[in-house]
């Protein structure tokens, strides 16, 4: 989290970086075909479910196997209420909202059990969804699931529907990863860390760790919503299969192979869900699952820290390489040593002499 | 405000094994305190009672005259209670500085929401608590290790990080449960000096949970002192070290009998 000084940390130089970067993805989907823009926008969709599913596993250490439920739910939803007239700023608040009670009523329960609890009653959650998509036809097409366009680029902006999905997937999830990325930085970043490693500290802190997993939780299922609704935006169809367990399960793989607790994970795990079986049918369409079993243990092994670690495990790798760097990291590895060099450095604080630290 | 502390009472069992019977005893506030005894004598069981981990099935435990009995620890911490572990509790892969500012989460304003949206008054009082977090680890000769992860430094450093940890939510009393455990001789003199000041400089009570009796007499102004879960007496530090009843449960009848 911490840089060392430099042209990086400069708030102006981060700010341009920043509009540049944002230019540029705002580029992205004019520059693309549609095949392109098609597959970016599912991993947009989701890489915003991965992220939810962080919230709740990554940073706050709760198994959760329903993360999919409250996509199907936010995808329902938005196929509901687009079929029935709704404006679509109710659409996509109802796909938020509705998702996110049913995971702030799921977590109230669940939470008070702790341990494995949460993880048995997420599982419940697909295996449960599915078979009630299909008996409430009256509102989810039943078997048939239900369809609707209403995400076709409009007239007056002169783009063709591939382009304005991602462009919806872009805002609608660029602001939510703006939003998640804030919330897990600081007080509550810490928050759920502690939750995660140490519950008993976490309490001594003032940090109820009941609250906080009712907390993630109930966040991990409105961000859940937005996937469902960009889902919805992208794929213009859902079934009762949506919501499957086998989904479910994916997207934890997905997670873990992206990078757990990272927001730059998400996004990759977004990629790795997306591209992985597409990857392995290109190779030999008889194999698919096998090739895409075969991947998940190679990035685990190789990476165990997901992609998102991959420039850090090189530059370990090549600072290992270098005779000096590697005696030099020896040394900062080992505490006492260290810490004697550092006390001999740190005399003139103890002595009163004020050090230049950064006010 | 210092808090004053009461206990009067107070039993704790864990199915049919007695862990305290009936102990009581008053912490004066501004007082540092010592609760001493040989292991097993219930000594953290007594602090996990006090901070709210474990819930004593009968007695009563007072902070400024509140009965606190029965409250989540989330709660007592939200009111001013602070304390370290036994084995330092630090989240190893993080820095040393962002382990020392969970301390303040109970005095960073802002709710989820409010933290998303990464309002401009919650970013400042974020900057302000990591500055006076920096001041805090530079007091106590750590400053140069605030951006180091914590698996990088000694058992001794983790110690004072907690400590650190504990002071930056600004309580008004402050559990160290075994601060001088597996310290060499020079870091105790250290942790003495740092106790001291702390006690100087902030208006605070301690209470000390401790095998060391040279810090123990260095630092408490009063001590009580358990053995198999009761009060076996309370008085000055140097009272306990001449009490016979001390050097029974630390040493056992044997020796005192020979001693005879």
């Known amino acids: 989290m911490f840089r060392s000084p430099g042209l990086f940390s400069r708030a102006w130089v981060r700010r341009a970086i920043t509009a540049i970067a944002v230019i540029a993805v705002l580029a992205v989907p004019l520059g693309f075909d549609e095949y392109t823009n098609q597959n970016l926008a599912r991993i947009g969709v989701f890489a915003v479910a991965v992220l939810g599913l962080n919230v709740v596993m990554g940073y706050t250490g709760q198994v959760s196997l329903g993360q999919i439920f409250f996509v199907g739910v936010g995808a329902y939803v938005t196929a509901y209420g687009a079929t029935h007239g709704w ?273 | 405000m210092a808090a004053e502390l009461t206990l009067t009472d107070v039993n704790l069992r864990f199915g049919g094994i007695r862990v305290l019977t009936e102990v009581g005893f008053a912490v004066a506030p501004g007082q540092i305190f010592g609760l001493v005894g040989p292991n097993g004598a219930g000594k953290t069981s007594l602090f996990n009672c006090i901070s709210g981990h474990y819930r004593p099935s009968s007695g ?38 962002e382990n020392v500012l969970l301390g303040a989460h109970t005095r960073l304003p802002g709710g989820p929401i409010e933290w998303s949206l990464r309002l401009r008054h919650l970013t400042r009082s974020e900057r302000e608590l990591r500055t006076e977090a920096l001041e805090l680890l530079d007091r106590n000769h750590l400053g140069w290790a605030a951006n180091r992860r914590v698996d990088e430094l000694s058992h001794g450093l983790h110690k004072g990080i907690e400590l650190c940890r504990a002071l930056l939510s600004r309580p008004k009393l402050l559990l160290l449960d075994e601060p001088a455990a597996g310290l060499p001789h020079s870091e105790v003199e250290q942790l003495i000096e740092t106790v001291r000041r702390v006690r100087a400089e902030e208006d605070i009570t301690v209470v000390i949970v401790e095998h060391h009796m040279g810090l123990i007499a260095a630092l408490t102004d009063r001590v009580v002192v358990l053995d198999h879960g009761r009060k076996l007496m309370d008085g000055t530090a140097a009272e306990a070290q001449s009490d016979p009843r001390v050097i029974e449960a630390y040493i056992g009848n044997d020796a005192v009998d020979d001693a005879a």
Do not use: C
Request: no cysteine; glycine share 12%.
């Open chain 2, 60 to 97: 009563s435990i007072t902070i400024d005259g509140v009965e606190v009995l029965g409250t989540a620890p989330a709660t007592l911490a939200r009111h001013g209670l602070a304390r370290t572990f036994q084995h330092p509790a630090l989240r190893l892969g993080a820095t040393v500085l």
């Open chain 1, 87 to 359: 404006n679509i700023g109710v659409v996509l608040v109802a796909s938020i909202l509705i998702p996110g009670v049913i995971g702030l009523l799921v977590a109230l329960a669940a939470a008070r059990l702790g341990g494995l609890a949460i993880a048995m009653l997420t599982l419940a959650l697909p295996i449960v969804g599915v078979p009630l998509a299909k008996r409430l036809s009256d509102y989810t097409g039943g078997s048939q699931g239900l369809s609707s366009a209403f995400s076709s680029a409009p007239e007056w902006s002169g783009l063709y529907n591939d382009q304005w999905q991602l462009y919806v997937v872009l805002v609608v999830g660029g602001a939510v990863f703006l939003l998640t990325r804030n919330l897990v930085r600081g007080k509550y970043g810490r928050a759920f860390a502690i939750v995660k490693s140490n519950e008993a500290v976490a309490a001594s802190m003032g940090i109820s760790p009941y609250r906080y997993k009712v907390l993630a939780f109930t966040v991990a299922s409105l961000i859940g919503g937005v996937s469902g609704f960009l889902y919805m935006a992208v794929v213009q169809f859902t079934s009762p299969e949506t919501l499957s367990l086998g989904h479910s399960v994916t997207l934890l793989a997905s997670m873990v192979i992206g990078g757990s607790a990272s927001i730059v994970g998400s996004l990759l795990g977004g990629a790795y869900y997306v591209l992985a079986p597409q990857l392995a049918n290109h190779v030999d369409p008889n194999t698919t699952e096998l090739l895409q079993g075969a991947l998940l243990l190679l990035v685990l092994f190789l990476l165990p820290g997901g992609l998102v670690s991959l420039p850090r495990v090189i530059a370990r790798k090549l600072r290992r390489n270098r005779p000096t760097g590697g005696a030099d990291r020896q040394q900062s590895s080992s505490g006492a040593p260290a810490r004697g060099r550092k006390a001999v450095e740190e005399a003139p604080t103890m002595s009163g002499i004020p050090t230049g630290r950064p006010e």
